[in-house]
T-cell receptor
Framework: DAGVIQSPRHEVTEMGQEVTLRCKPISGHDYLFWYRQTMMRGLELLIYFNNNVPIDDSGMPEDRFSAKMPNASFSTLKIQPSEPRDSAVYFC????????????FGNGTRLTVT | GESVGLHLPTLSVQEGDNSIINCAYS??????FIWYKQESGKGPQFIID?????DKRQGQRVTVLLNKTVKHLSLQIAATQPGDSAVYFC????????????FGAGTRLAVHP
């Protein structure tokens, strides 16, 4: 299996621009998670989906952030408009079932907003 | 808020020695725990997990110990190798029916030849 695939690997954009991050989970995994990693706050859960339905978005920072999962093999995280404080590494992860199964992470998208 | 924390932010060991990375968790109801390894430029990689009904689990060169009495988790790496150099995270699964992992701050392991 190719694992969780994220794109792009790096994104540099100017403040105010729209940013879209993409994720392809492992086939057969019913759960998909978006995490953000910064030095100050570590790994933070933003949102997760079960069978393409958003279950918990309480970690989404504000209305500028939105996530979709139109089908079982694709998800996007969008930031509009982006701000410098959004600079971080964004990880997508998937898992087979709820509770008691590990998350498998992609290699992340490093976002820099100038 | 509650969080999973680590006692040591950095750990330096000699190649061949055994490493022990510690983690304290705060939610006594957490029922599942995972250790992840993260190398530079990569996502967290699953190492080993343990359920709350166990107190020890062994993998290849790694052992996880769980002490629910004091809410403590440790990762032991035998015969540490340079390739083990990375940041290690513990994560706890909060109960409630959802696979919602809460990650600790991480410990950097540096292996010296």
């Amino acid at each position: 299996d190719a694992g969780v695939i994220q794109s792009p690997r790096h994104e540099v954009t100017e403040m105010g621009q729209e940013v879209t991050l993409r994720c392809k989970p492992i086939s057969g995994h019913d759960y998909l998670f978006w995490y953000r990693q910064t030095m100050m706050r570590g790994l933070e859960l933003l949102i997760y989906f079960n069978n393409n339905v958003p279950i918990d978005d309480s970690g989404m920072p504000e209305d500028r952030f939105s996530a979709k999962m139109p089908n079982a093999s694709f998800s996007t995280l969008k930031i509009q408009p982006s701000e410098p404080r959004d600079s971080a590494v964004y990880f997508c992860a998937s898992s087979r079932d709820r509770g008691n199964s590990p998350l498998h992470f992609g290699n992340g998208t490093r976002l820099t907003v100038t | 808020g509650e969080s999973v924390g680590l006692h040591l932010p950095t750990l330096s060991v000699q190649e061949g020695d055994n490493s022990i990375i510690n983690c304290a968790y705060s939610n006594s109801a957490s029922d599942y725990f995972i250790w992840y390894k993260q190398e530079s430029g990569k996502g967290p990689q699953f190492i080993i997990d343990i359920r709350s009904n166990m107190d020890k689990r062994q993998g290849q060169r790694v052992t996880v110990l769980l002490n629910k009495t004091v809410k403590h988790l440790s990762l032991q790496i035998a015969a540490t190798q340079p390739g083990d150099s990375a940041v290690y995270f513990c994560a706890e699964n909060r109960p409630g029916g959802y696979n919602k992992l809460i990650f600790g701050a991480g410990t950097r392991l540096a292996v010296h030849p």
